[in-house]
């Protein structure tokens, strides 16, 4: 049953419904690769597919634009994987069941893959669309982006003519950015020492949940909350006022998307059950106080556990673990002094893991500025050092400066006003987007980013706005028509 089958425009949910049956998680592209590809092929456009998985799909120009530069559109088919818990779903192999409520659409208790299905959809029904006045087109899907662009920095770009790319990886309408963030993972892995539980001593599940989360660039400057940053104050506080042991902690899926939930097994004395219920009910109603304008149902649950585990960490790695968690800095580090409320520079605390051979902590590290996203990573390398661990970064992408003449930007922003009587927005994100990886591969490359308005990507609560994707789906046309 197609549940997007009657919203418009229907040649676009057509196709993000028919992706989103197929799984497509970072690093499990494969299989919505191929079908791109598959599809290029039967339209018979020439087709390029790698072994990253990148697919390029190239439409001749309509008559009269035989002339015209080619111009590029360019989105990734990847998606962020996540869920509410108690959600039953498998992303290597369920679909995503998309829905349309309230102007939205929406996912059953997952991502709804929006960012960046949405570009996906787009790009297949302009192949499709025999009506169009265009240039040469040429349709770039990237694969791995929100692991760390992986697709884009594995892309041949010999294999591109144009020298102008529209980005469809934005999610507000009537914004066209112009440059973004930098950014790096990087990650402290601390050795762990073990010890075995004492008798006379009881296992309780701590979970830290019901966080509003997020997308860890365009996200946040908003002040919610970080589940594995209380999940660190709450391991402090515990082990100040009472004795107890961690087994593992645990918390968040990506480390581009700011955590939501975090959980950690300590172990207590039976006697002491009671104590331990009544400091979480008391950081809870401290987090519900300090978070009261951002997050709506956050809830710290206690669940005494009937095993035990085979082991707790020492009495120095609990000392290590919580500070590290404590010390990683989390949020807005430096807002821009160039654009106002931009910010500057960020970490994102996303994931926390618990190995028989390391504590890992993962975090995403993004800045407009070199040397301030250099400064994020020595503090963490600094932390990594004071606690025995080490220090690692690993995908790094470079910033998308400011390009202050801009034919395509110009073109945009006519067409903009034009059609909807009003001007756009010349905007900067704090996200990381592929152009900054392409504009360093494509000598002379004039770039900008637009997108439908989309709300709490990166989080089960993701949505879609059905008429903004209508209006963005004709402004895209029309400004295809007008790079002549």
């Given at each position: 049953?197609k549940?997007?089958?009657?919203?418009?425009?229907?040649?676009?949910?057509?196709?993000?419904e028919?992706i989103s049956?197929?799984?497509?998680g970072?690093?499990?592209?494969e299989?919505?690769?191929?079908?791109?590809?598959?599809?290029?092929?039967?339209?018979?456009?020439?087709?390029?597919?790698?072994?990253?998985?990148?697919?390029?799909?190239?439409?001749?120009?309509?008559?009269?634009y035989?002339?015209?530069?080619?111009?590029?559109l360019?989105?990734?088919?990847?998606?962020?994987?996540?869920?509410n818990?108690?959600?039953?779903?498998?992303?290597?192999?369920?679909?995503?069941?998309a829905y349309?409520?309230?102007?939205?659409?929406?996912?059953?208790?997952?991502?709804?893959?929006?960012?960046?299905g949405?570009a996906?959809?787009?790009?297949l029904?302009?192949?499709?669309?025999?009506?169009?006045?265009?240039?040469?087109?040429?349709?770039?899907?990237?694969?791995?982006e929100?692991?760390?662009?992986?697709?884009?920095?594995?892309?041949?770009c010999?294999?591109?003519?144009?020298?102008?790319?529209?980005?469809?990886?934005?999610?507000?309408?009537?914004?066209?950015l112009?440059?973004c963030?930098?950014?790096?993972r990087?990650?402290?892995?601390?050795p762990?020492?073990?010890?075995?539980?004492?008798?006379?001593?009881?296992?309780?599940?701590?979970?830290i949940?019901?966080?509003?989360?997020?997308?860890?660039?365009?996200?946040?400057?908003?002040?919610?909350a970080?589940?594995?940053?209380?999940?660190?104050?709450?391991?402090k506080?515990?082990?100040?006022?009472?004795?107890?042991?961690?087994?593992?902690?645990?918390?968040?899926?990506?480390?581009?998307?700011?955590?939501?939930?975090?959980?950690?097994t300590?172990?207590?004395?039976?006697?002491?059950?009671?104590i331990?219920?009544?400091?979480?009910?008391?950081?809870?109603?401290?987090?519900i106080?300090?978070?009261?304008?951002?997050?709506?149902?956050?809830?710290?649950?206690?669940?005494?556990?009937?095993?035990?585990?085979?082991?707790?960490?020492?009495y120095?790695?609990?000392?290590k673990?919580?500070?590290a968690?404590?010390?990683?800095?989390?949020?807005?580090?430096?807002?821009s002094?160039?654009?106002?409320?931009?910010?500057?520079?960020?970490n994102n605390l996303?994931?926390?893991?618990?190995?028989d051979?390391?504590?890992?902590?993962?975090?995403a590290v993004?800045?407009?500025?070199?040397?301030?996203?250099?400064?994020i990573?020595?503090?963490?390398?600094e932390?990594?050092?004071?606690t025995?661990?080490k220090?690692?970064t690993?995908?790094?992408?470079?910033?998308?400066?400011?390009?202050?003449k801009?034919?395509?930007?110009d073109?945009?922003?006519?067409?903009?006003?034009?059609?909807?009587?009003?001007?756009?927005?010349?905007?900067?994100?704090?996200?990381?987007?592929e152009c900054?990886?392409?504009g360093?591969?494509i000598?002379?490359i004039?770039m900008?980013?637009i997108?439908?308005?989309m709300?709490?990507?990166?989080?089960?609560?993701?949505?879609?706005?059905i008429?903004?994707?209508?209006?963005?789906?004709r402004y895209?046309?029309?400004?295809?028509?007008?790079?002549?």
């Open positions: 049953m549940m997007l089958a009657n919203i418009q425009p229907a040649e676009v949910f057509e196709i993000f028919e049956r197929i799984p497509r970072s690093g499990n592209e299989a919505v690769s191929n079908f791109l590809a598959n599809a290029g092929k039967c339209m018979g456009y020439n087709v390029y597919q790698d072994e990253a998985f990148n697919v390029v799909i190239k439409k001749p120009a309509s008559e009269g035989e002339d015209s530069p080619a111009v590029i360019q989105g990734h088919m990847d998606m962020v994987c996540e869920k818990k108690g959600t039953e779903h498998d992303f290597l192999k369920d679909p995503i069941m349309a409520e309230g102007g939205y659409v929406k996912a059953e208790g997952t991502t709804l893959g929006a960012d960046n949405i996906v959809a787009y790009m029904a302009l192949l499709k669309d025999k009506t169009l006045n265009h240039p040469p087109l040429e349709m770039v899907f990237t694969s791995d929100e692991a760390g662009m992986n697709g884009a920095r594995a892309l041949d010999s294999v591109l003519e144009g020298r102008r790319l529209i980005n469809l990886d934005s999610e507000e309408e009537g914004h066209i112009t440059c963030a930098g950014g790096l990087a990650s402290i892995t601390i762990v020492s073990w010890e075995r539980p004492k008798s006379g001593q009881k296992a309780a599940k701590i979970s949940k019901g966080l509003a989360g997020g997308h860890s660039g365009a996200d946040i400057h908003l002040q919610r970080n589940a594995n940053k209380l999940m660190g104050r709450l391991v506080f515990l082990r100040q006022n009472m004795e107890i042991w961690f087994a593992e902690i645990e918390g968040g899926n990506m480390d581009n998307a700011i955590p939501r939930e975090s959980w950690a300590a172990v207590v004395n039976e006697t002491d059950t009671g331990l219920k009544g400091l979480c009910e008391a950081f809870e109603k401290m987090c106080n300090e978070y009261r304008n951002t997050e709506k149902n956050i809830s710290v649950e206690l669940m005494l556990e009937a095993d035990m585990p085979k082991n707790v960490f020492s120095v790695t609990a000392q673990a919580e500070a968690l404590m010390l990683t800095p989390y949020g807005v580090k430096t807002m002094t160039d654009i106002p409320g931009l910010v500057e520079s960020s996303g994931i926390v893991r618990t190995c051979d390391g504590f890992k902590l993962t975090c993004r800045s407009s500025v070199g040397t301030r996203k250099s400064l990573c020595g503090e963490l390398e932390i990594a050092a004071l025995g661990g220090f690692e690993h995908g790094e992408y470079p910033a998308w400066e400011y390009n202050p801009s034919d395509l930007r073109v945009m922003v006519s067409v903009y006003k034009e059609m909807f009587g009003k001007d756009a927005k010349i905007d900067a994100i704090h996200a990381g987007l900054g990886l392409l360093q591969k000598e002379g004039d900008v980013s997108g439908p308005d709300e709490n990507v990166h989080t089960p609560n993701e949505k879609l706005s008429e903004s994707v209508e209006r963005t789906w895209i046309k029309k400004v295809l028509e007008n790079l002549k």
